[in-house]
Structures are given as structure tokens and as C-alpha cells.
């Protein structure tokens, strides 16, 4: 198995692994699991003034997903509802130079993260408080 | 965390043991020697000389189980000799009698060879173990039949460590007359081995995984009675004509010499190895939950095989990537990430499959490495653990 | 009369080569290398370590006969290529395609897999050779009919040193699409050989004919179109799992590294060793009546097999020992006694087979060496003439 | 193939091979040919006093035959009609440790010998100067 020196650094390093501390701003999460695919993730972002402004996540999978998951993670914030997504599983295989059996992964955490974005984006649209 | 010279700990014995400096430096004077370039079966001078190493080397490959240098018929490794044992006894059978025993568990060598005697229409019986990993003499005995040409079944299992009651099954088969041919490659000079209390008619080793060279193995067959075998490979007429193809003398030195060593060293190592295997094993409990897959005893002193459920196989291994070299469950000869066969077999999910590891242990191997090793798997296991969505550890098992 | 080191002058090379010093220590460094000893399949750090060492072997190997390095498959030697290749193919063949085409006079490995092939039902075409020792395309090209499934010839042949024209019998063969396989145990490394240039589908060489280590083969593999091959050997999926078994990294080190050497040199050392057969040839004249076995061109540059009528050749084997280290008529491959078949399908007397000498050089042979060796066998020859009855010479022969 | 001591020195030295010069008292010869045996023996013997006092070989065959011809030689002096032959294939066999598969060669041998002693017999009896 061949890893990029990224997929290293990320994976060594595994930054906004976690939770997000509660404080100020919501907090939304999305997950998906597909066990027999190798990969189960979990996202959860911070809102504030209609914009994600942090992110963490969690991941049980390979190397790939792994850095997959941190560098979704350190993309979120900046996220508004109504624009496309920050990465997707395409943008990923080739920042990270992930092997082609492995893309099945990715589309587990397109899941985890476009479950997350939906929920942002609900709580956007839905009245302050509610 | 690396050992003093910057090296990963290695413990990965059962794939292959480093070569043991004694062995390396015999087989450098060999391969430097000019007196000995020969081809061994020539019959000028410098022939001869080579002919009397192989000779010499042939008396220690047979001492180190019990059996006489007229037993031995020298292969490329142990995958060739477990071939030439299952696929030629069975093809020398006569028709009819060309039924198989063998079991699920085997090594990859042993498998695929009766499953190519099953694709030529031979019936094979496929043992299940228990949840140890054992087959039994029961089992194997229930198993024989009129047509029964060979119980094939391996001594220690490679990938647990496990050890087969040879003598149990043994008399199992000399009763119902069948050859039993036992591969030993994980177990020859790691554990005392003597054919003549087993009855075994063939036995198959290899050097490498005794501190030996890579590409030499041994294939030992009885001589009274001697199981009819029928050859893999033509030509000279070589290893009386079972296994044509010029010696390599520098490698059946370095063979000979692997084993007398070993010989020499059991008594004193198999008890070390054993501790310290069981050290290793005391030492991840702060992992917990941590498994111990396959029976603890009856096993060869070197291999401990563990699953760390809710752990993700790769990333396991990734995490200890140029520290510690083990062999993973989802990769058990090759990288494929399919899921170790031995592992579901003992029941095993495939996901703690992929979980586990198979630590193994060996004549060079110390205390601190098998401390610093608990201590490396132990941080892998907790960052990655740490790392997976809550409820991980529980369904992923 | 021994060479300075008091040893005997060595002109066996087709039996084997002496290992190339540069060759010894690179294995024994590849042996003494901590960092190299893991098995080459493994995934972690040490293993990619050996497995890139492995890699690079490879391509040197390649190299050597214009392939790439996904062409070739590691075997223990030339016997199990040649195997590999001839019972391979046939046996992959589909039914009623198994008509074989090879020569009386190949290598008895080739020989032997062919007979194997026979006794299993396939129809067996024997070529039988000129005179000089060659086969020709026109024979082959008659010999082909639609059920042929291979045709398998040796390159340079181990006796006489005749080399097969095999780009006019890869034209025949491929004109009617019947895969060419090619035993070049004896040319590799000594003439310059380019599978491109042939056609070749499968190809077998090793080691320790070219200076290289005993105990490791190569088949090339043509990729496109690629042939079909049942294993012989079952187990792990190493080699494509068409050769499976743990890869002996300093083997496979050496193999590549003998190989480069030999691809180097092979400009210079083809025209000084052909030169020093010659001289060689030239200097046992005082021995006539000597008589040449074989055609003298074109062949591999080291090998002159030469006839002394009247002789008996264990005799004259042992008039030299000691001093001049060659292979006998009577034994080309192990101490038999039985006429060379290769001679007499040449048409050659068993007496007169067995009053010949295969005298085969290298790359350390020097023409101090062939001066002496001249003169022990002129000595030789004449003492045991004057030994013999009168008129024994003019019988026997 | 092992060679005793004993055959290595007679085959290197070869005593007594060649032809016996002419000279005082009459020779006698034997010869013995097997090809297919791997044997060609001949034998001479000078007679003096009823009795053999020299003789010579000459041998074409493997090393214990050449061996087995000098020992041969070398033993026939003393030798006179109606005594037994100073050597046979089994004592020669036993003496250079002849391995079994050439025991074929030494009874060439023997015929060899045995048509010498009984040219030599044959020319006791016959009438002086005949
Ligand atoms: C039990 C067992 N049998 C056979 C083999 C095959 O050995 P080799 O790869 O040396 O041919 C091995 C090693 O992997 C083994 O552990
Ligand atoms: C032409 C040829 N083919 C095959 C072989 C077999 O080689 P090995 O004994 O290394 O397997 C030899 C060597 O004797 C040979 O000369």
C-alpha cells in the first residue's frame, strides 16, 4: 500500500480529531457507517452568523479515511448554506492520492458530510431558538 | 519508539527469522570459497569437496528431527516440499485411492495444494478446528476411509502457534495404514520434533524460518515403508530423483548449520522465547479489550496472535509503520486485506480479523523490545480507538 | 600440473560457473544486512526493504534477455523453469491441444518433462539433430501440426555448445502460432539474447551457469500474447501465483547483480573466451587422433567437447583428477556411466562417448589455465594409450 | 566412484606395463577383449626353469582394472604348470576393494590369465624346442 507524505502528516498528526467543546453556537453532526466498506465517520460544526466556524471529527477506517476526514474537517469552517460543498469524495482521492478500491470509502464520508451540511443548513432555515 | 540502531522491533519471526551471524558467516566462506564452486554432482575433485558439504549439511537437517540423511530430499522451501509431499503421494497413489484429509487451517501452501487435487477430482475432507485452533485425533480418525491416500495436516499452526497432537494423530493414521504428511515449517527447531515417535511419512521444513537462508527446504520421507511419491520437477537425477536441479551448496550449508544450532539452542530457548512471549502478552493488557486468538498450549514458544476490537487493521498496522514489524490478520502472506481464513475459521468476525495481529517472537528477541513493542501497540491501539466514532469499539468486533 | 593455488584448473562452467567475487559480497552483505533479513511480501518497513531489493534484481535480470521486469518469474533454478514451462503450458492447453515438438538432444530437464508429458498421453514429437549437434527450422516447421501445443528447444546446448538459429524457429513457430519455449540455461549471459528479437514466449535461464548463485531460476514470460501456465507449485500468491514460496532476497540479489555483470562484459569476454577455446582446441592436436564433438559454430563461446578414440573415459577422468576438473561423456550429470545420449544422437559410438570430455570456460579461465590443461590431457592421453593392447585405439572408437 | 589407495598408486605407477624385451627364455602371451564389459586385457610371461620369472601387461578399461592387470603382473613370477593361478577376479576384488557392478571387468581378466597359464602349460609340456 502505497501512502502520500500528506496522508502521513494527517494521519500522524489527526487534527480536529474529537468533539467540539460546548460553548457558543450550535452544534450540528452527520454520520454514515458502512462497516463492510472500511469506513464509519462522524462530523460535527460549529455555526455562527449563518457560517460554519469549526469542525471536528471522528473516523474508524483506514489511513486514507483518516486523513480524509481531518482535511474534510480543517475545510468546513467558512461553509454557508446554498454553496457546494467544501471538498467531495473526488476532490479527495486526488488531494490525497487515494488508490481506486478504496473510493468506496469516500462516498461513506461524502454521506457523513453531506448528512452534516443538511443539518446546517436545516437549522439555518429554521427560526432562531427553535 | 525504536530499538538502539533506529530499527522497527522486529517481530515477525513466523514470517521469516533473521539469518542466525553464524549461518551468514559459514555461508560467506562458502560462496567465497574457491574449492567449492562446483556443481556438487560432479565427480572431479572440486565436485566431491561440494558434495561433502551438502553431505554434512544433510547429516544436521535430518538430526534436527530424529531421522537419517537417506530421509532427506532437499527443496526449494517449505511451499515446494508440502507440494511434493500432498500433490505426490496422492498422484502416486493408485486409482481410487485418492482421498484426502486435511484441514481448514492449513497454511496456504497446503490448501492450495489439495484444492488443485480436488479441481483433478480428488475428494478432500476439510477439517474444522476448535475455537482453539486444534484438530483432533478424533476428528481425524472419524475422517479416514477406505480410499484415504494422505492426512495432510501442518504441526503449528503459523498463524496462532497452535500445536497438533502429532503422536495422537500419527497412531490414528498407522492404524488405519494412511501416510500422514506434517508441515512443519513453523515448528522444526523451534519445538523438539523426532519422526520416529510420530510415525509421521513425510514431514516438510524450510530453513528460513529457523535462522537459516531463504530458498532452501527440506522435504524428510520415511524409508520403511516409504510413501510412493511421485516427482513435481524432471530432469537430473538429483535427491535420488525426487527433486532435480543442481544443489546449492551454500544454501544447504547455511541449512545444516541453521539446524544444528537449533539443535543445540531448544532446551535454553524454548523456555526464554516462551516467557517472553508471555511478558508480551501481560504487557498489552492496558489495551484492553485485547484478545488472545487460538489456544495459549499446546503452542510453538513464538507466536502470539491478539485482536484489539473496534481497531481498524491498516491504520493498525500504518500506526506502526517503521516501528514494529508484525504480520496483520487481514494480510497473513500478502497485502490482499482479505481477512485471515485461520481467524474466521476459529470464529472470528472478519472485522476483528482484520483487528488482530500475530506478534512473533524469536532467538534474537529481548525483553526491552517486547516492552518497548506493548508499549508502542498500546498508544497505537488508544489514538486509534480515541479517534473512532462512539460505539466503535463495541460493534466493530 | 595444478594452477598456482595448487588447485585443479577448473573447465566446468557449463556445469557451473564459479560465483563472480563482486556477486559473493554483495549476498554476503545481503546476508550479514539486519535491514534486509525480513520476508519481501511482507507490507511493513522491512519488508518493503528486501522487497525493493527484490525489485531491482528483477529488473536487472530482465535486462539480460531484453524483457521487461513483469516478464519474469523467480524459480530455484533452470530444472523447475524448464518444468514450469514445458508441463506448464501443455498441461494449460485446452483438450485435444497437446502435441509437444523438442529434441532428443535437449537438457535432461527438458528431456524428462517431456517424457512425463508422454506417459500422461501427450504426443511427443523427438527431433532428432544434425551431425554438428543443431536442429533446424525446416524440422521444426515439419514437424508442427494443429494440435501442437508447444514447441520446446534449448538455446545452446550443454554438451556441444551449438546454439539453436532461434529467430528462424520463432519465425516457423509463429507463423502457425504455437508458443516457442527456450531452454537458454547455457546462453544466457554468454551470447547476447533478446527476447524481442526472437519471438520466444517462455524462456529459461539461471544463476549459477553465469556466475551467479545455485539455488535460483528466472521464466520469462512473454506478456503479449501472454502464454497460459498451470503452477506447479500451489500455495501463497507470490510470483503472479505462478511460482509461490517465500522469495530469497540474497539469491534474487545476487541473480540481478551476476546478470548486469554479465551484460557488461559479455562484448569483451564472448571474443576472449571463444579465442581461448580455440587455443585450446589447438593445443591438444599432439594428442591425435582428437576429434571434435559437435559443430564448431556457431555456439556459446566456453564449451569444446572433444573425442579421444581409444580412451576409456573413466580412466581418463581419473588420470586427471586432481588436476583438471571436466566433464565426462560418460557422466554428463551425475556419475552414472551411461553413454551421453546427446553424443550418440550425433551419431557417435558409446565408446567413443565415452572417450569424450566436455571442456567448458569462463570468465576466470586464462590462457596459462588452458596451456595446462592441453598438456595434462596430452599426457593423460598418451600414458593410457601406451597402456592399451595393440590396436586398441583403431576399435575402439 | 571411490578408488582404494592402493589403485590410486598402481594406476598412477602402471608397473610392469608394456611388452617384455626379448631375450632369454621363451614368452607367452593371453589376451582377453570384452568391450561391451568395458575390458581389454593382455598378458606376457616369460618361462625359464619350467617356471614364470617375469611378465608384463597391457590394459584398456577403468582404473581397478588397469590396477587389477598390474597386480596381476606382478604376481605371476614363480609361477609353474599345475599349481593354481597367483591370483583370480575374487581376490583381486578383495584386495582393491573392486566395487560389485565391475566384477564383470576382473573375470576378463581371468580369462585373459587363464589363456597365458595355459600357454605356458602347453608349451612345459610340449617337447623342448619344439
Ligand atoms: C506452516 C507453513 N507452511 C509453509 C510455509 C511456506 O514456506 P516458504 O514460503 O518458505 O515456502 C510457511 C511459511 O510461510 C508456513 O508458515
Ligand atoms: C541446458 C540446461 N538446462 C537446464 C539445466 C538445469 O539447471 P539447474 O541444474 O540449475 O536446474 C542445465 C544445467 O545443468 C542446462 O545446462
Redesign the interface.
Same mark, same amino acid.
Given at each position: 500500500?502505497e501512502?502520500s507524505e500528506e496522508v502521513r502528516r494527517l494521519?500522524d498528526t @489527526?487534527p480536529h480529531?474529537?468533539e467540539l467543546a460546548a460553548g457558543a453556537g450550535p452544534i450540528v453532526a452527520g454520520?454514515a +457507517?458502512e @462497516?463492510e466498506r472500511?469506513a464509519? @465517520?462522524?462530523f460535527e460544526a460549529r455555526l455562527a452568523d449563518g457560517a460554519i466556524v469549526d469542525a471536528a471529527f471522528? +473516523?474508524?477506517?483506514?489511513?486514507h479515511t @483518516?486523513a480524509a476526514a481531518a482535511l474534510t474537517a480543517a475545510r468546513l469552517p467558512g461553509w454557508r448554506a446554498g454553496t457546494p460543498p467544501p471538498v467531495d469524495a473526488r476532490s479527495l482521492a486526488g488531494e490525497l492520492a487515494v488508490p481506486a478500491d478504496k473510493l468506496g470509502r469516500l462516498l461513506v464520508l461524502e454521506d457523513a458530510l453531506q448528512s452534516l451540511l443538511r443539518r446546517a443548513s436545516e437549522l439555518q432555515s429554521a427560526p432562531p431558538g427553535g | 519508539m525504536n530499538t538502539a540502531a533506529g530499527r522497527p522491533v522486529y517481530l515477525d519471526y513466523a514470517a521469516s527469522a533473521p539469518l542466525e551471524p553464524r549461518v551468514a558467516e559459514l555461508m560467506c566462506a562458502c560462496l567465497r570459497d574457491p574449492a567449492l564452486q562446483a556443481n556438487p554432482s560432479a565427480v572431479h575433485r572440486p565436485g566431491r569437496a561440494a558434495a561433502a558439504v551438502v553431505a554434512q549439511a544433510r547429516a544436521r537437517v535430518a538430526a534436527l528431527i530424529g531421522a537419517g540423511p537417506e530421509a532427506i530430499v532437499f527443496t526449494s522451501g517449505a511451499t515446494e516440499s508440502v507440494n511434493l509431499a500432498v500433490l505426490g503421494t496422492v498422484r502416486a497413489a493408485p486409482a481410487g485411492r485418492g482421498h484426502v484429509v486435511t484441514a481448514r487451517t492449513e497454511h496456504r501452501a497446503g490448501l492450495e495444494a489439495c484444492r488443485e487435487l480436488e479441481r483433478a477430482g480428488h475428494p478432500v475432507t476439510w477439517l474444522r478446528p476448535d475455537a482453539g485452533g486444534r484438530i483432533s485425533a478424533a476428528q481425524v480418525g472419524a475422517a479416514l476411509r477406505p480410499d484415504t491416500a494422505l492426512v495432510s495436516l501442518m504441526h503449528a499452526n503459523n498463524e496462532l502457534g497452535v500445536l497438533t497432537d502429532l503422536v495422537a494423530i500419527g497412531r490414528a493414521c498407522a492404524e488405519r495404514d494412511v501416510p500422514l504428511h506434517v508441515d512443519a515449517a513453523q515448528s522444526a527447531g523451534r519445538v523438539p520434533l523426532d519422526v520416529r515417535e510420530s510415525g509421521v511419512a513425510l514431514l516438510s521444513f524450510c530453513a528460513h524460518k529457523l535462522g537459516g537462508p531463504k530458498g532452501i527446504g527440506a522435504l524428510y520421507l520415511r524409508r520403511r515403508p516409504r510413501p510412493a511419491l511421485r516427482p513435481l520437477l524432471f530432469g537430473g537425477g538429483q535427491e535420488g530423483g525426487l527433486r532435480p536441479g543442481t544443489l546449492a551448496t551454500p544454501l544447504i550449508a547455511g541449512f545444516g548449520l541453521a539446524c544444528e544450532i537449533a539443535v543445540g539452542e531448544i532446551v535454553k530457548e524454548e523456555p526464554r522465547v516462551r516467557a517472553l512471549r508471555e511478558r508480551l502478552w501481560a504487557g498489552l493488557q492496558p489495551a484492553a479489550p485485547v484478545w488472545r486468538n487460538g489456544a495459549a498450549e499446546p503452542s510453538v514458544p513464538g507466536i502470539l496472535n491478539v485482536c484489539f476490537p473496534?481497531i =481498524?487493521g =491498516?491504520?493498525l498496522l500504518?500506526?506502526l509503520d517503521g516501528q514494529l514489524a508484525a504480520t496483520s490478520g487481514s494480510a497473513c502472506s500478502s /497485502?490482499s486485506g482479505e481477512p485471515s481464513p485461520v481467524l474466521t475459521a476459529i470464529g472470528r468476525s472478519e !472485522?476483528a480479523a482484520q483487528a488482530s495481529l500475530r506478534l512473533s517472537l524469536g532467538r534474537h528477541t529481548t525483553a526491552a523490545e517486547v516492552d518497548a513493542a506493548a508499549a508502542l501497540l498500546i498508544a497505537a491501539v488508544q $489514538? !486509534?480507538r $480515541? /479517534?473512532? &466514532? &462512539?460505539g466503535?469499539i463495541e $460493534?466493530?468486533a
Open positions: 500500500m501512502y494521519f @489527526l480529531c474529537g454520520e +457507517a @462497516l472500511g464509519w @465517520l462522524r471522528r +473516523a474508524w477506517g483506514c489511513p @483518516l | 473496534g =481498524e =491498516e491504520s500504518f500506526a /497485502a !472485522l $489514538r !486509534l $480515541r /479517534a473512532a &466514532p &462512539p466503535a $460493534r466493530i
